[in-house]
């Protein structure tokens, strides 16, 4: 297996993107996968590594990156030490540093070039990412297959609270506890108006409805963090959409960072067993 990581990428943003590629070096024409990870998440976080692996041994070149503004930097990609950054970020940035991935693995100056087929690329996306990407799939002819695991539907509806959004308006900055690392994360006001001036691509249903390539939803029952409800909205507004709800699930499917075993959680390893299935049939 060939295994790169950390390259970094420009983003339209100023600051850069790191990726990581996991490629099978003896099969040509390898399926591209890229994958977005959620709010608080980072390309390290728990097993996205023997996620990543277990697709590359399955013949599918996995690409997984951090977003731009997600807090990490080139020498600290884990956690959070640019909080800056983290304040800054905004639904815009993600969409952008996704086109900038997406942009980098077709072009002919990627090292993987001969080993991948651009024309077969599958989005994937956790939590927040799942949002994202389902907006990047409806937007993009490029992307082939679409993937959600324990995605959110609404973005609009993490705003709903009129009182906080006054307060944040005022202050200019909410901050809100990372509960692993303790950190205090800022989010500046910007975040909230750019939604506001682009409301209607940031609404996901918008995009789920003009999906017309295959569509995996995945979605545990015990999901505290994003209610099954909202995988169910995404299959219900899309006709290409198949729903596979696994029983018992939680968010992150049985992780938890940092993943000290060899292999993955069994509610994982369905999503993953059932993620390859769907790429490659």
Request: proline share 3%; with cysteine; glycine share 6%.
């Amino acid at each position: 297996m060939h295994i790169n990581r950390n390259i970094v990428l420009e983003g339209k943003h100023k600051r850069p993107i790191l990726v990581d590629t996991y490629c099978n070096k003896e099969i040509n024409g390898q399926p591209i996968v890229i994958f977005c990870h959620g709010y608080k998440g980072f390309k390290d976080w728990g097993y996205w590594d023997l996620v990543a692996k277990e697709f590359a041994n399955n013949g599918i070149c996995f690409v997984k990156f951090n977003f731009s503004h997600n807090g990490g930097t080139v020498k600290q990609p884990i956690d959070f030490p640019d909080l800056e950054a983290f304040a800054l970020n905004n639904f815009t940035i993600e969409l952008d540093d996704l086109e900038t991935v997406i942009d980098w693995i077709i072009s002919s100056n990627n090292e993987l070039s001969e080993k991948i087929n651009t024309s077969d690329i599958t989005l994937i996306g956790h939590s927040r990412g799942g949002g994202i990407v389902t907006i990047k799939a409806a937007e993009d002819k490029k992307i082939t297959k679409l993937i959600t695991w324990a995605s959110v539907s609404d973005f609009k509806a993490r705003f709903a609270d009129e009182k906080a959004r006054a307060y944040w308006k005022e202050q200019g900055v909410i901050y809100i506890e990372n509960s692993r690392t303790k950190q205090q994360l800022p989010h500046y006001y910007q975040f909230y108006e750019d939604f506001i001036k682009n409301e209607e691509r940031f609404t996901i249903k918008n995009s789920a409805e003009n999906i017309d390539i295959p569509f995996l939803i995945i979605h545990g029952t015990k999901d505290p963090t994003v209610d099954l409800r909202e995988g169910e909205a995404l299959h219900n507004w899309s006709s290409k959409s198949e729903l596979l709800v696994i029983d018992e699930a939680d968010h992150v499917f049985g992780g938890k960072h940092p993943w000290e075993e060899k292999k993955l959680p069994q509610h994982m390893k369905q999503v993953v067993e059932a993620s390859i299935n769907f790429i490659v049939k």
